[in-house]
């Protein structure tokens, strides 16, 4: 385990349970599996704020103006 770090995470009981299992029927560790998991959540992340960036300049509209549309139309 060179170059990684330990730490500590609380989790709820069901969860803990659910990563045992999975981590029993995959043969991964429940390290690892959380480790996957983080690292799709920052990939995500990543992707948003690229996402977010390329539509800063997108214009924009208000909320109530959205709901003001949207009662319009007939759908609120």
């Given amino acids: 385990m060179k170059g990684e ?10 969860i803990y349970r659910a990563l045992k299992v999975k981590s029993a029927t995959t043969d991964r560790s429940i390290s690892d599996i959380i480790n996957t998991a ?3 959540s920052l990939r995500e992340d990543a992707l ?3 996402a977010l960036d ?5 214009p924009s509209r208000s909320f109530e103006s959205v709901l003001k549309d949207l009662k319009r139309d007939g759908l609120l």
């Fill in 5 to 14: 770090t330990r730490t500590t995470v609380y989790l709820k009981p069901h």
């Fill in 38 to 40: 983080v690292q799709e």
């Fill in 48 to 50: 948003d704020l690229d």
């Fill in 54 to 58: 390329k539509r800063r300049k997108e």
